[in-house]
């Protein structure tokens, strides 16, 4: 089975409070172009980050806002910040660094919640049960069906009903492998669950 590859450049996911901070009040997300999963966006607004040792602008919010913020860096992302930024599962923000942000009307301080996002596969149900998989399995990854060397290893499954099938990687580790939006990779024909 094929999977569609997609780089993330860094971005934010908002709650409605820190939105309405940043923005306006009672400030709603315009959509600039739908994301590849079900009911996501990115948005036509933007933020600047910043760290300790540095700033990032133009970063781009994906919509709707969420219960909780999240900020997925890159390790070129992170070390420009100087954000020790764990690497770890969406939604997994447990005692990660914070961050200030800057909107137009005004910066919010993070006390938490910035990560490299964990290489992962999204996938349906449907999916999951032809490649005989569940959610949170770990799997191995190849750029071509049979080929034996992985591309990326212990790459985390996420199953909801409504996933599009994709591999998620962020756009520097796809570079250094070689991919391209667009590209296509394929499970290691191996036992899908990496001990």
């Given at each position: 089975m094929r999977i569609p590859v997609v780089l993330s450049a860094p971005h934010v996911h908002?709650?409605?409070s820190v939105i309405e901070?940043?923005?306006s009040?009672?400030?709603?997300?315009?959509?600039k172009s739908p994301a590849s999963q079900p009911s996501q966006f990115a948005a036509e607004e933007v933020v600047t980050l910043i760290g300790p040792r540095g700033r990032l602008s133009n970063i781009r919010v994906i919509g709707p806002p969420r219960s909780h913020n999240q900020v997925e860096?890159?390790?070129?992302?992170?070390?420009?910040?100087?954000i020790d930024a764990p690497a770890r599962a969406s939604g997994d923000?447990?005692?990660?660094?914070?961050?200030?942000i800057e909107g137009p009307r005004a910066r919010a301080t993070l006390s938490g919640?910035?990560?490299?996002?964990?290489?992962?596969?999204?996938?349906?149900?449907?999916?999951?049960?032809?490649?005989?998989?569940?959610?949170?399995?770990r799997v191995n990854v190849v750029s071509r069906a049979l080929t034996?060397?992985?591309?990326?290893?212990?790459?985390?499954?996420?199953?909801a009903p409504g996933f599009q099938l994709e591999l998620h990687v962020d756009a520097e580790d796809g570079a250094a492998a070689g991919l391209r939006a667009g590209d296509y990779?394929?499970?290691?024909?191996?036992?899908?669950?990496v001990p």
């Open positions: 908002l709650t409605a901070e940043l923005f009040d009672k400030y709603r997300l315009h959509v860096l890159s390790g070129f992302a992170a070390a420009t910040l100087g923000l447990s005692g990660t660094p914070g961050i200030v919640g910035v990560i490299r996002a964990l290489r992962h596969i999204h996938m349906s149900p449907t999916d999951a049960a032809r490649l005989n998989i569940k959610d949170e399995d034996a060397e992985p591309l990326f290893q212990d790459v985390i499954v996420r199953v990779v394929f499970l290691a024909d191996t036992d899908p669950r």
